[in-house]
């Protein structure tokens, strides 16, 4: 396989690497079939001094086996990738690490419940680009926005999810590597769109202690 993806560091993104493999060599055998066709046509037809143009109007025929050919790999690619979405979207692992994400123009504002787990609290901790977890620990990701549509993405995580002003989208994930990790918003959303960028800091359990620790000490 190709090794130009960023780094996975997600426990689903694997899964979601070999289905993009997959459409991206059917897409490769596609066009170099697309490719080698209109090659063969310039070459065989042509410009030849006394040769007439001939025109038709199309192959019923053909185009019936090409629009079906093209529906049922569709349909097979659905129901390949259906329990890999079904996991990642309709599922929710238990957590008791939650983080609310509020995309606004133009940066991300993370928001932590604090020691007692409840958000609007005097405990909360608010800070912007940076979402604090521990390695090896599902989170959860409650994606709101201030003004128009954002899109939380985290390239490493294999995690795309859009902030929609007005609703309140779970994500999750569970990072395996400590690091830190680029969170760009992936949906043009103003003139300050591609400035719009936040981090993921992923702690070792020691190292995320001490960060909860620093960040509420009195608890």
Same mark, same amino acid.
């Given at each position: 396989?190709? $090794?130009? +993806?960023?780094?996975?560091?997600?426990?689903? !993104?694997? $899964?979601?690497d070999?289905?993009?493999?997959?459409?991206?060599?059917?897409?490769?055998?596609?066009?170099? +079939?697309?490719?080698?066709?209109? &090659?063969?046509?310039l070459?065989?037809?042509?410009?030849?001094?006394?040769?007439?143009?001939?025109?038709?109007?199309?192959?019923?025929?053909?185009?019936i086996?090409w629009?079906?050919?093209?529906?049922? *790999?569709?349909?097979?690619? *659905?129901?390949?990738?259906?329990? &890999?979405?079904?996991?990642?979207?309709?599922?929710?692992?238990?957590?008791?690490?939650?983080?609310? %994400?509020?995309?606004?123009?133009?940066?991300?504002?993370?928001?932590?419940?604090?020691? $007692?787990?409840?958000? !609007?609290?005097?405990?909360?901790?608010?800070?912007?680009?940076?979402?604090?977890?521990?390695e090896?620990?599902? &989170?959860? %990701?409650?994606?709101k926005?201030?003004?128009?549509?954002?899109?939380?993405? &985290?390239?490493? +995580?294999?995690?795309?999810?859009?902030?929609?002003?007005?609703?309140?989208?779970?994500?999750?994930?569970?990072?395996?590597?400590?690091?830190?990790?680029?969170i760009?918003?992936?949906?043009?959303?103003?003139?300050?769109?591609?400035?719009?960028?936040?981090?993921?800091?992923?702690?070792?359990?020691?190292?995320?202690?001490?960060?909860?620790?620093?960040?509420?000490?009195?608890?």
């Open positions: 396989m190709l $090794d130009w +993806l960023p780094p996975n560091v997600s426990t689903f !993104g694997g $899964d979601i070999k289905f993009f493999y997959v459409i991206y060599y059917i897409t490769l055998v596609v066009f170099v +079939l697309v490719a080698a066709t209109m &090659v063969y046509f070459i065989k037809y042509r410009y030849k001094e006394g040769r007439k143009a001939k025109y038709y109007h199309g192959n019923n025929t053909l185009e086996i629009t079906s050919a093209t529906f049922i *790999a569709m349909i097979v690619l *659905a129901l390949v990738s259906r329990p &890999v979405w079904s996991h990642i979207k309709q599922e929710l692992p238990i957590s008791n690490i939650v983080v609310q %994400v509020t995309g606004k123009q133009f940066n991300w504002e993370m928001l932590y419940p604090g020691p $007692d787990g409840i958000f !609007g609290t005097e405990d909360d901790y608010r800070i912007d680009n940076q979402l604090h977890v521990p090896d620990r599902v &989170v959860h %990701v409650v994606l926005s201030e003004d128009v549509i954002h899109s939380f993405f &985290v390239p490493s +995580l294999r995690l795309k999810q859009d902030a929609v002003p007005g609703r309140e989208i779970t994500a999750w994930f569970e990072a395996s590597e400590p690091g830190k990790y680029e760009p918003c992936a949906e043009l959303c103003g003139f300050g769109h591609s400035g719009m960028l936040g981090y993921l800091y992923v702690h070792t359990a020691d190292d995320y202690e001490n960060w909860v620790k620093q960040t509420w000490p009195e608890s």
